[in-house]
């Protein structure tokens, strides 16, 4: 053994040498594990990213879909409307029913119409402004997010500063 390895430290018995083998190996697994955190964040981040460009992709295939749905809906309301009228013109000219009497019954269909498509003009606007607020809520959510996430880095880096 050399001369500096038999110097004692004031760790105990631990030689200069071996000092600086433990201190290399911990830079090394420091330096490993720094890399180690970086690459699960860019994973993690990649990972993500791939998740919502997946999801965003499926929208107009999903809207296309709803949308043949509530067409098949409609179609079959019409083709019942439609069958119904048609029965409903039978009965009544079975029953003799009048024509100021129909026209009566018109006149009745007719508010009721008008009453339908306002209500239907109604939902499309309580629609619009709920997605409007919402809308408005995640983006006052989203800056309010950035806003701390940055406070909380500036406060990060400032913990590391402070540790050096």
């Known amino acids: 053994m050399s001369e500096i390895e038999e110097i004692p430290t004031s760790s105990g018995n631990v030689s200069p040498k071996r000092l600086v083998e433990v201190i ?9 594990d720094q890399r180690s955190k970086t690459f699960t964040a860019s994973v993690l981040q990649d990972s993500t990213l791939e998740i919502i460009e997946k999801i965003n992709s499926k929208i107009p295939s999903y809207v296309q879909l709803y949308s043949n749905l509530y067409k098949k809906y409609l179609q079959m309301a019409r083709n019942f409307c439609n069958a119904s009228c048609m029965n409903q013109k039978e009965l009544f000219d079975k029953i003799g ?9 018109d006149s009745y269909l007719e508010s009721v119409k008008k009453m339908v498509l306002f209500q239907i003009d109604i939902s499309e606007n309580m629609i619009k402004s ?18 701390n996430l940055s406070s909380f880095s500036k406060m990060f880096y400032g913990f590391n500063d ?3």
């Open 162 to 164: 402070f540790n050096k």
């Open 97 to 105: 029913v009048t024509d100021s009497r129909l026209s009566m019954f």
């Open 130 to 147: 709920y997605v409007d607020h919402i809308l408005t809520f995640l983006e006052f959510y989203d800056q309010m997010m950035s806003r």
């Open 24 to 32: 290399k190996t911990s830079k090394t697994e420091f330096d490993s």
